[in-house]
């Protein structure tokens, strides 16, 4: 039986139904082909499926998306590069982000700007191998660190982790040193476990570390599950100690998890924050990126932004912060900045 047969289907009209339904389909296909032809996917690095990264990476593929058929950006639609989809990807972190960006399977990613500087440098997880291609399109809005403990181990400040278990993101294991030493505590004095941050919290629950150090957007999710079955404490980073840091490193700056974030914990907590970047590569084209910054630069993108994430309303777009800190800007975001659009 041929196969025209069993999908058309037999009769009197069939031949001339047949000949009317390859030429609709053959106009379908070339419309389609057509309409690929028009699109170009852009792929967003983000994080964890629990993290703040991953939904607030969502809102801002949905605002740098303008597939054929979409209102045009002077009547309230998207302003990025016609023809352009973005989409959100799940990552395991800032890490992860660089090497995907670096090897070209992303095309722009969510990055903390201490985890770019280790890259852009050879040091931290990319020691002996540094990755010179970063390049910020913006600055978005600021992580928090949590060094977190349970409650009646003692521990009240970051000098009562001496002789203690401290788990770390081994992504952090740099900036956890650098914390240590501010505080006077040799890493010989501390015993750092290497730990993803849910395997941490677990390890924080048993007991077998005594404290954790991890980052993120408040609420993290991990850390609220775990104030709710434990109580715990978050410890305060700040003081001389935390001045002094922010003055010689310029990716940390002073912040605080409000009170009530998580459950146990009713003032508000201060500590250190780095930035969150939207990074890309310096193989991506000018114009493309300097599209992708006027759509980020948009009013209608801060309102997305601010009404569909608890984080949104922070972020604050600012892609000059990166040459501050030293990682250089895509040629196609200075060219957006260059002609005051973003004013």
């Not at 990264?53 to 801002?60: E, V």
């Amino acid at each position: 039986m041929r196969w025209e047969s069993v999908i058309l289907g037999q009769g009197p009209l069939a031949p001339h139904r047949n000949h009317l339904i390859v030429i609709a389909l053959l106009f379908c296909v070339a419309s389609l082909t057509a309409m690929a032809d028009e699109l170009r996917f852009f792929q967003i690095g983000t994080g964890p499926s629990g993290s703040t990264r991953f939904p607030l990476g969502g809102l801002l593929a949905s605002a740098l998306s303008n597939p054929p058929g979409s209102r045009p950006c002077e009547e309230g639609g998207s302003c990025a590069p016609p023809g352009l989809v973005a989409v959100a990807r799940t990552s395991g972190g800032s890490v992860t982000n660089i090497e995907a960006l670096a090897s070209g399977r992303v095309d722009a990613a969510l990055v903390d700007v201490e985890s770019a500087l280790a890259a852009i440098g050879g040091t931290g997880p990319f020691k002996g191998n540094p990755i010179t291609t970063l390049r910020g399109i913006a600055m978005l809005y600021p992580e928090s660190l949590h060094l977190v403990a349970r409650n009646g181990t003692g521990i009240h400040g970051p000098r009562d982790l001496k002789g203690r278990r401290l788990a770390v993101d081994p992504a952090l294991l740099g900036l956890s040193r650098l914390l240590l030493t501010a505080w006077g505590l040799p890493d010989r004095q501390v015993k750092l476990v290497e730990l993803a941050p849910a395997a941490a919290l677990a390890e924080l629950t048993n007991g077998r570390v005594d404290a954790v150090l991890t980052i993120g957007a408040w609420p993290i999710a991990a850390i609220a599950a775990l104030a709710h079955q434990t109580a715990i404490e978050l410890i305060p980073l700040a003081g001389s100690e935390a001045d002094h840091l922010c003055a010689h490193h310029l990716f940390l700056t002073r912040g605080e998890i409000v009170g009530k974030t998580y459950e146990g914990v009713a003032a508000p907590v201060r500590t250190l924050e780095i930035g969150m970047a939207l990074l890309t590569s310096a193989r991506q084209d000018a114009d493309l990126v300097a599209g992708i910054a006027r759509a980020l630069w948009q009013p209608t993108t801060r309102d997305l932004l601010a009404e569909g994430n608890v984080h949104g309303g922070r972020v604050h777009l600012d892609a000059t912060a990166l040459t501050r800190i030293g990682i250089p800007l895509h040629p196609g975001a200075a060219q957006f900045l260059a002609s005051g659009a973003a004013r």
